[in-house]
Nanobody, 112 residues
Framework: VQLQASGGGLVQAGGSLRLSCKAS????????TDWFRQAPGKQRELVAR??????NYADSVKGRFTISRDNDKNTVLLQMNSLKPEDTAVYYC????????WGQGTLVTVSS
């Protein structure tokens, strides 16, 4: 398994979750690692990206989500705070090294 995502679950609006994406060493060494999400009936969208020295976020999550890397554990983290019902989706970690690598997805459900 190249990417393995975990940490999803059910949380009330306003709550927090932390997603983890453990990567193989080769994948983790890629310059960009992303979190995408796909809500029911919607297209997959980029949520956050971390490169060497910078991060980028979708406007809808700015100020609430934080992407980071744990180099000791080859893990990319997504801290999600102040969750809203519209954040409900399957979240996927992703990396690109010559081709796309996707984690298996982890479901986040935010109740109102």
């Amino acid at each position: 398994v190249q990417l393995q995502a975990s940490g999803g679950g059910l949380v009330q609006a306003g709550g927090s979750l932390r997603l983890s994406c453990k990567a193989s060493a080769i994948i983790f060494s890629a310059s960009n690692t992303d979190w995408f999400r796909q809500a029911p009936g919607k297209q997959r969208e980029l949520v956050a990206r971390i490169t060497t020295g910078s991060t980028n976020y979708a406007d809808s999550v700015k100020g609430r989500f934080t992407i980071s890397r744990d180099n000791d554990k080859n893990t990319v983290l997504l801290q999600m705070n102040s969750l809203k019902p519209e954040d409900t989706a399957v979240y996927y970690c992703h990396a690109f090294i010559g081709k796309d690598y996707w984690g298996q997805g982890t479901l986040v459900t935010v109740s109102s």
